[in-house]
């Protein structure tokens, strides 16, 4: 297992149109401190698609440096043309990546033969291992528990990222899935149900803003204080609605930057969150106690 816990879903935070590396490494270093178990880099919170292949290249070994092995170093290498994953998993590999988090091919979407090929000429052609990521609100496309199960039984395949939202879903993948993979929530608000059907943990936007409050969920948890992890989830629950509250990362990116983290800027198509929104997100921020 790669991890067990909380992953972040860093942001990439940007200044005058260029990767803030200042901003990054502070973000980095606060993840680390605040006992974060992994780090994803360049994944969708971090705007992987207005990032060119110059960037990233970059991107992956400045955030390899930074994070220094402290955390699995999980890199967002999921595009809609394979060969192009292959490339840019090469990147990531060989500025030191642990692992690739890969979605199933959006926009030409694929049949799931299609999908399997996809995956499996992947999988044959990089040397770490790979976490599925099925999340069909940006794909266009579902992965199926027995289609995931069909890709877990790849050597390389060693997790997924399941951001359906489909409970029965997970609830199959999980009651089927071999004893040495693992299943991690894609959703904030739903970590204590994958949980109880034996995931492994989160990959979080929410704890960018509050990397404790979702750790808390997921130690009480593996615990076995399973009143104390739902009653903190129960808390987080309107913290991580508002990180949703339009696309993501349009509101993370507003929160760290309220938290003064970094500027709130993002790439087109992404436009910076309205001021009425931004106001709402204040407010809500500050009922947790956030001095914003």
Known sequence: MLFRGVATALITPFADGRIDYDSLHKIIDLQIK???DALVISGTTGESSTICDKEKRELFHNASEMIDGRVPFIAGTGTNDTRHVIRLCEYAQNAGADAFLISNPYYNKSSDEGIIAS???IADNVDKEIIMYNVP???GKNMT??????????EKII???EAS???SQVAKLCAEIPENKAVYSGNDDQIIPVLSLG???VISV???IAPKMVKDITDHFFAGDIISARECAKYSLELAQAMFMECNPIPVKAAMSLLGMCRNELRLPLVPLGISCIELLRNIMQKYGFAV
């Open 119 to 121: 995956f499996t000429e």
């Open 137 to 139: 609100s940006r794909t």
């Open 145 to 154: 528990a027995a289609l995931m199960l069909r890709l877990l039984e790849h």
């Open 159 to 161: 997790a997924v990222k």
């Open 34 to 36: 605040s006992g974060i």
């Open 206 to 208: 929410l704890s960018n």
């Open 165 to 167: 939202g489909d409970i």
């Open 199 to 201: 995931g492994c943990g």
